[in-house]
């Protein structure tokens, strides 16, 4: 994660800015902006931004490409949906970028990863979980705020890896001893502060999580 201007050949970057642009373009038309015009939702989505821009300056690592921070991308996809959170994580994404935490033309590839693979999995759990689990207020926090959690750092880092070998950066025997077993240990944390987030949310301001609906989760509570 964090991925600098020189870790990757330059093909891999040009085919993930192709790949980012559209992806972009499309939540920025159906993205539901009518959710901000309420001051407080607004102050609540560019609040999270500055606070994961900040967290994400935070990173433990000791070779580029390879550094290790909490995510929330579970956190903004269950408040705000997956429109909304891709572009708010792609903003955060372009902090850290502009404080040099990461690389200009390596832009579009963190933000595939951090931002997209974060939006995606945590979406695709809460998908699943409607589809699949009976709706009810444990299963909401427990599945989408903690297990969702701890399986998007999970998927995000396994495709970070998978990545860094197909291109080359490092060896996979390397990465799988030095680098995935952290990402266990930062599976558990950010599922603890993600589920813990989420579960203060939907009891003490249930209006800051959209996919979040008392009546259908309290119902049977």
Known sequence: MNLPDTLLGEGW???AWAVWLPIFARSLVRAPWTLLREPEQLNVWLGM????TLLWSLKAGVKPGLSLH???ATVFTLSFGHHLAFIGLSLVVLGITLN???????????ALLMAGGGVMISQAIHRLALGFLPRHFFIYVFVNGFLGSF???SGVGVAA?????A???YEWDYLASEYLPYLILLGFSEAWLSGMLITLFVIYRPGWVVTFDDSIYLANK
């Open 70 to 72: 909490l995510l929330g």
């Open 49 to 52: 931004i500055v606070l994961l």
């Open 13 to 15: 970057y040009w085919a």
């Open 151 to 153: 399986l998007m750092v």
């Open 161 to 165: 890896t998978c990545l860094l070998a």
């Open 100 to 110: 040099r935490d990461a690389g200009y033309f390596a832009f579009a590839i963190n």
């Open 167 to 169: 291109a080359g950066a």
